[in-house]
């Protein structure tokens, strides 16, 4: 059965940094695409990074683009999210899903069944 569990969300002051985690069990992770969504309250949950399973492509919406980095630890079937120079909108919960290709892992996620996704970790960016 697959799974995946997200871990790492913590309080962090506005230029702080995190390092998320999104472990895999029942597939190999190299294999999917992994993406990161994150959920603001009030807000539309928005994905913003994925990365490829077929070459490791990575993208970024333009929110994170040069602060956040996606990566993968095949060995440890995990996806990681590096959060450097973490802002107050940055606060949101943290989602990661999985899908065939990062086309899938776009918009809202809104289309991807329940199991595609992991539980979620809070980020909270305030002083």
């Known amino acids: 059965q697959v799974h995946l569990v997200e871990s790492g969300g913590d309080l962090v002051q506005p230029g702080g940094s995190l390092k998320l985690s999104c472990a895999a069990s029942?597939?190999?992770?190299?294999?999917?695409?992994i993406g990161w969504f994150r959920q603001a309250p009030g807000m539309e949950r928005e994905g913003f990074s994925c990365i490829s399973g077929s070459d490791g492509r990575t993208y970024y919406a333009d929110s994170v683009k040069g602060r956040f980095t996606i990566s993968r630890d095949n060995a440890k079937n995990t996806v990681y999210l590096q959060m450097n120079n973490l802002e107050a909108g940055d606060t949101a919960i943290y989602y990661c899903?999985?899908?065939?290709?990062?086309?899938?892992?776009?918009?809202?996620?809104?289309?991807?069944?329940?199991?595609?996704w992991g539980q979620g970790t809070q980020v909270t960016v305030a002083s």
């Open positions: 899903a999985h899908a065939s290709e990062c086309g899938y892992l776009q918009g809202s996620g809104s289309h991807l069944s329940d199991d595609h």
């Open positions: 029942g597939f190999s992770s190299d294999n999917y695409a």
